[in-house]
């Protein structure tokens, strides 16, 4: 599988299939990590604190630069390809990643920033519709490739927040800044607590005995722009309700003396996402301190409010946080990504990551006659041109 090859095999693959596809070799590397949130589901778009990971899965993107401004790219995960004028960028109906990819180089554009045109294949490790950021990753591989061209660089807080615009207003998901602020703002060994409101970062050093593990219900993530979009909508009628511009204003306190205000589900779904926000913070000294007592509570109420407020749970969910809170080791366990489906997120004693994967592996099998995939995470930087020489020799 493409996934466990090293990054030398990994390089060479896609130099392989650089050559095949377009007789030359590629000329720039780029990459960006996806995420896993630690704490936090659905606080970005209510503008309060996510805790979260940029993870070692990434997309790499092998680049040549074309002088006929035409966009050729070909996906090796899909095995497909799409090319496109930068003088004449459509969005397409029949295949969204063309979208990411065209939707990125039209807003580039659109900000003054010159492009030029590439060849370029792509090839990423991270699952695609698993609730780990996999287009966010795209996007922001994609923005370093053409500043990488372009010979102009954007501060990574400008680089996300304009791969988000491509994707609420080209592919049309509006989704908050989690995902492109995690994919560029990475830094090795830490993980970030994210303001959604000044988006500022905080990098918060995990203790050392204390791994996430990412865990694939392999349920693909039912996301629904449909149930996103509700949630968002309800939090904006609770926000309104309250008299705030956003439920990062409702403080706990405040929400617990004016929640028969609120209609249901919307103070369910507030009520959700005051706690959640609060948590985001508290995890990220926890987590710091090594306090596994905080860490196992902090997890266990996030999972029920995501199960019983917000209401983004899956029955594959439900069974997986079973054989997670089964699994020796197992400090705190949670739902990750929009939720509906996808991966999951487990805190564990890192002498015990082997054990707690394979028991977690059993206990889900048994339980669903599906097979998930488990694996540690380690906190990964952020889009960057990496230089393929280091990683071949
Ligand atoms: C998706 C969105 C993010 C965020 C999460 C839930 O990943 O893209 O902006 O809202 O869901 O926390």
């Given amino acids: 599988m493409l996934s466990t090859k090293s990054a030398a095999d990994r390089a060479e693959s896609v130099a392989a299939c650089f050559r095949e596809k377009f007789a030359a070799d590629p000329q720039l590397w780029a990459r960006a990590p996806g995420r896993v949130d630690l704490m936090g589901s659905h606080t970005d778009y209510n503008l309060g ?5 940029p993870i070692g899965p990434d997309t790499w993107i092998a680049a040549r630069r074309r002088d006929d401004g035409v966009v050729c790219v070909h996906s090796m995960n899909l095995d497909a390809s799409d090319e496109f004028r930068l003088d004449a ?3 397409v109906s029949a295949s969204r990643w063309c979208n990411y990819v065209r939707g990125v180089a ?4 659109n900000e003054g920033l010159a492009l030029t045109g590439c060849d370029a294949i792509i090839h990423s490790t991270v699952p695609v519709a698993a609730g780990l950021s996999s287009s966010a990753a795209l996007e922001c ?4 490739v053409f500043s990488g061209f372009g010979g102009w660089s954007l501060a990574p807080e400008r680089k996300a927040l304009l791969c988000q615009k491509a994707e609420n207003e080209f592919v049309g998901v509006k989704c908050g800044i989690l995902d492109q602020f995690s994919s560029c703002l990475g830094r090795a060994g830490c993980a970030l607590l994210l303001d959604c409101r000044d988006l500022s970062t905080r990098a918060v050093r995990i203790a050392p005995d204390i791994r996430a593990v990412v865990c694939n219900t392999m349920s693909p993530r039912r996301l629904s722009g449909g149930e996103y979009a ?6 904006e009628q609770g926000a309104a309700a309250l008299g705030v511009s956003a439920l990062r204003d ?3 306190e405040m929400l617990a003396a004016r929640r028969h205000e609120l209609q249901e589900p919307v103070a369910r779904r507030c009520a959700f996402i005051v706690a959640e926000s609060a948590r985001a913070e508290s995890l990220a000294a926890a987590l710091q301190a090594g306090d596994r007592t905080a860490v196992a509570h902090l997890c266990a109420e996030s999972f029920a409010g995501a199960r019983d407020l917000y209401e983004i749970c899956s029955p594959a969910m439900a069974a997986m946080m079973e054989a997670m809170r089964a699994a020796p080791g197992v400090i705190g366990a949670r739902q990750a990504g929009a939720g509906f489906g996808g991966c999951m997120v487990a805190l564990v004693d890192a002498a015990s990551t082997d054990a707690f994967g394979a028991a977690v592996g059993d206990t889900y099998h048994r339980a669903t006659q599906v097979r998930p995939e488990v694996y540690p995470v380690e906190a990964a930087p952020g889009a960057e041109l990496f230089d393929i020489e280091e990683i071949t020799k």
Wanted: hydrophobic share 50%; charged share 15%; aromatic share 4%.
């Fill in 89 to 91: 960028i459509e969005s």
């Fill in 250 to 252: 409702v403080t706990p």
């Fill in 230 to 235: 509700q949630r968002r909508a309800e939090c």
């Fill in 141 to 144: 591989a994609l923005a370093t």
């Fill in 49 to 53: 604190f996510v805790l979260t990971l």
């Fill in 106 to 109: 039209a807003i580039l554009q």
